[in-house]
T-cell receptor, first 110, second 116 residues
Framework: GQQVMQIPQYQHVQEGEDFTTYCNSSTTLSNIQWYKQRPGGHPVFLIQLVKSGEVKKQKRLTFQFGEAKKNSSLHITATQTTDVGTYFCAGYAAGNKLTFGGGTRVLVKP | GAGVSQSPRYKVTKRGQDVALRCDPISGHVSLYWYRQALGQGPEFLTYFNYEAQQDKSGLPNDRFSAERPEGSISTLTIQRTEQRDSAMYRC??????????????FGPGTRLTVT
């Protein structure tokens, strides 16, 4: 079955620094979504990417969908304490079934 | 407006008992999804509905798990003869519609199930 993997599992970052988290699928995706889950909270939708090579920005967050539609990345610049949480990518291969990755847990050192 | 609500928020049950978890989606949302999320893991798909029709139940672990959405709104996930391995956070999500590309999903707060 479809598998979605995220690396790294944990990201310790100094406040103000940049980092990137990666998402890889075992199958070609029709689209990919990113969610953020704060500690003790529930996943909250961030963005959806549909087109091959698509890049979207939300303030300090930049999302990219790979050319082969099998991978994606999230780059955060000038990390803030509000960025703490777990970031999940989730992909659709077929139908309406969303497969989530294991997430990247982001910890910010002030 | 109101988001997705789930009840109960916490459920402790003894092994062998049946439990029913309820999800009340955002009003007007066509699609409703059930997930199970283990600590430190991503949500794992269980099943989903469009209106009252169950479209995909491939994620249900075994026949002790069932779900219904009889009137196309509130949904119930039932686990019969619970086992300790069923302990997890059960999350419900809803989305406006299911078109060419799926819409964003809105998650509820979850039900934390503990089987003793």
């Amino acid at each position: 079955g479809q598998q979605v993997m995220q690396i790294p599992q944990y990201q310790h970052v100094q406040e103000g620094e940049d980092f990137t988290t990666y998402c890889n699928s075992s199958t070609t995706l029709s689209n990919i979504q990113w969610y953020k889950q704060r500690p003790g909270g529930h996943p909250v939708f961030l963005i959806q990417l549909v087109k091959s090579g698509e890049v979207k920005k939300q303030k300090r967050l930049t999302f990219q969908f790979g050319e082969a539609k099998k991978n994606s990345s999230l780059h955060i610049t000038a990390t803030q304490t509000t960025d703490v949480g777990t970031y999940f990518c989730a992909g659709y291969a077929a139908g309406n079934k969303l497969t989530f990755g294991g997430g990247t847990r982001v910890l910010v050192k002030p | 407006g109101a988001g997705v609500s789930q009840s109960p928020r916490y459920k402790v049950t003894k092994r062998g008992q049946d439990v029913a978890l309820r999800c009340d989606p955002i009003s007007g949302h066509v699609s409703l999804y059930w997930y199970r999320q283990a600590l430190g893991q991503g949500p794992e798909f269980l099943t989903y509905f469009n209106y009252e029709a169950q479209q995909d139940k491939s994620g249900l672990p075994n026949d002790r798990f069932s779900a219904e959405r009889p009137e196309g709104s509130i949904s119930t996930l039932t686990i019969q003869r619970t086992e300790q391995r069923d302990s997890a956070m059960y999350r419900c999500a809803s989305s406006l519609a299911a078109g060419t590309y799926p819409y964003e999903q809105y998650f509820g707060p979850g039900t934390r199930l503990t089987v003793t």
